[in-house]
C-alpha cells in the first residue's frame, strides 16, 4: 500500500527495537499465560484508543485504522482476549500475579514509548 517493496531497507527505531526485543524475550523465556499477558496491553490498547479518538478527518488511513480497530471481529477478539486471561487468572500464586502484572506494565511503557517514537519522527519530517 505504501511502495515498500525491500523489507530488509526497513530500520526500528530505538523503542521499536525495545518492544520487539522485550515481547521475543518473553516469548522465548516466558510461558503461554506470559506470552498472552505481554500481548494484552496492545490488543485493548488499540481498541480503547480506537473508541476514544476524536475523529475530525473525514478519511484516510487514521479513519480506515479506527474504523479496524473498532470492528465487532476486533472487538470479538478483545473480549475473547479479556475472557481468556480472566479464566486463566483463578487461582495464580501471588508471586505469579506479580510477574504478570510486571509484564503487562513493562508492555504498556513499551507501547506507549513506541508511539511516541513515531509522533517525534513524525514532528522531525515535517
Known amino acids: 500500500k505504501h511502495g515498500i517493496t525491500d523489507l530488509t531497507s526497513l530500520k526500528l527505531s530505538r523503542a521499536g527495537k525495545e518492544y520487539a526485543d522485550y515481547l521475543m524475550a518473553i516469548a522465548k523465556g516466558g510461558d503461554w499465560f506470559e506470552i498472552n499477558v505481554a500481548m494484552a496491553p496492545c490488543l485493548f490498547g488499540y481498541s480503547e484508543?480506537?473508541?476514544?479518538a476524536?475523529?475530525?478527518?473525514?478519511?484516510?488511513?487514521?479513519?480506515?485504522?479506527?474504523?479496524?480497530?473498532?470492528?465487532e471481529g476486533y472487538s470479538d477478539a478483545v473480549e475473547l482476549g479479556r475472557i481468556t486471561l480472566e479464566r486463566h487468572s483463578i487461582g495464580i500464586s501471588t508471586d505469579k500475579a506479580l510477574k504478570l502484572v510486571k509484564i503487562f506494565a513493562d508492555v504498556a511503557l513499551l507501547e506507549v514509548n513506541f508511539?511516541?517514537?513515531?509522533l517525534n519522527f513524525e514532528e522531525e519530517t515535517n
Do not use: H, R
Open 115 to 118: 508511539w511516541t517514537d513515531a
Open 54 to 71: 476524536e475523529v475530525t478527518v473525514g478519511e484516510g488511513e487514521y479513519l480506515e485504522w479506527i474504523n479496524d480497530y473498532k470492528s
Open 49 to 52: 484508543a480506537a473508541f476514544n
